[in-house]
């Protein structure tokens, strides 16, 4: 429990990487019918300085706005963020969330989730993607701890605290980098069909593409060298037109958006003496156009 007007720190701080998540499960209690407000602030500490008491703590971070409960009822105004650098620039940006209801409501369970992908941070409330800011955090940044607040008489109780190393977005990258490589595509050896076990790797794809409508991609099949160097570079192009098929087919892509290559075993990003670097080979990359 995290009682009113206090400042609470997990008490060594985040061991994280660039990418992560804390999740938890969280219950906002108010003692007095009087309006309520909670917080927490992701932040790069000071060196021995896990703990401050600033307004605005550390070299730099994001204060999220978890909701401001109003007199009298269940009403949550507004969720809002503030993004500060305490450098030389001493910048500032702020913004806001609002619904007609608000997401966290008085006694009752909630799931909170944050996910960051290097500048990248994302908040989810029950599964509702509240904040998605692209530049939260400036590069270098390491978000080293947390602290939570409350204003007024209310509480929060928190459980099930949960920080994770996560896997890098592979949105941001693709649409960054405009290239991704994907080793979860399968087929048996020696055949086209996409294996069912594909399906997540694909499913992935066919997310940024229907968020990103203007974008098209090049799907290129790759081998490994076991096999005639023909018959691999016609296995790679086969591969490659089934996995747009299964765009197409599935997710409903548009097929004019998705054309196919493939190159065989011409262009490996490893050599072929290992199972393990032969695997490596054995890939599809989808190429932003």
Known sequence: ?????????????????????????????????????????????????????????????????????????????????????????????????TKP???????????????????????????????????????????????????DVCNIYITNFRVADATEDTRSKFLTDGKLISYGIYFDSGKDIVKPQSYGAIKEMATILTENPSVKVLIVGHTDNDGDDKMNLDLSKRRAENVKKVLVSEFKIDAGRITTDGKGESEPIADNKTPENKAKNRRVEFIKQ
């Open 1 to 97: 429990m995290m009682g009113y007007d206090g400042l609470f720190f997990p008490d060594k701080g985040l061991n994280v990487s660039e990418n992560f998540t804390i999740e938890m499960d969280i219950i906002v209690k108010r003692n007095d019918y009087l309006p309520c407000q909670i917080y927490l602030v992701l932040f790069d500490p000071k060196k021995n300085e896990l703990h401050p008491d600033t307004y605005t703590p550390g070299k730099s971070g994001i204060e999220l706005g978890l909701g401001y409960f109003d007199k009298g009822n269940e009403y949550q105004v507004e969720h809002d963020y503030t993004i500060y650098n305490n450098g030389k620039e001493n910048v500032w940006i702020t913004g806001k969330y």
């Open 101 to 151: 209801e608000g997401l966290l409501k008085i006694d009752k369970l909630s799931k909170l989730c944050i996910w960051v992908q290097k500048t990248r941070m994302r908040l989810y409330i029950d599964n509702v993607k509240v904040f998605d800011l692209q530049q939260a955090f400036s590069k270098g940044v390491k978000a080293g701890q947390i602290r939570f607040g409350t204003h």
